[in-house]
């Protein structure tokens, strides 16, 4: 069993950044594939990224490549979305997930665990 819960939204201009934290409880949580997705105001929940627990691999939607970097720290039990140069058309609220799977694992099904969700605003 493992338990999220996510941190760090808030309301940022158009080109700032923010980094979101998740916090997991349980201590299988390093052998969890990580993933971050989002869910724009009137939209169905997208994928983000993820990080395996496998291989330490990361992907990333075309949307926010090169953008944003997920990252983990399994000894604190945390994960991150470091998300630079932010764009109005990423305002969502952003959902921290985790996954026994490894490989690709973008889909929203491929996800055991979910947090609750933080607000992530940008304005221009």
């Known amino acids: 069993q493992v338990k999220l819960t996510e941190s760090g939204g808030g309301s940022v201009q158009a080109g700032n950044s923010l980094r979101l934290s998740c916090t997991a409880s349980?201590?299988?949580?390093?052998?969890?594939?990580v993933g971050w997705f989002r869910q724009p105001p009137g939209k169905e929940r997208e994928f983000v990224a993820h990080r395996t627990w496998t291989t330490d691999s990361t992907y990333y939607s075309d949307s926010v490549k090169g953008r944003f970097t997920i990252s983990r720290d399994n000894a604190e039990n945390m994960a991150y979305l470091q998300m630079n140069n932010l764009r109005v058309d990423d305002t969502a609220v952003y959902y921290c997930?985790?996954?026994?799977?490894?490989?690709?694992?973008?889909?929203?099904?491929?996800?055991?665990?979910w947090g609750q969700g933080t607000q992530v605003t940008v304005f221009s």
């Open positions: 997930a985790a996954s026994t799977r490894t490989g690709r694992v973008d889909m929203m099904g491929q996800y055991d665990y």
């Open positions: 349980g201590r299988a949580f390093p052998y969890y594939t």
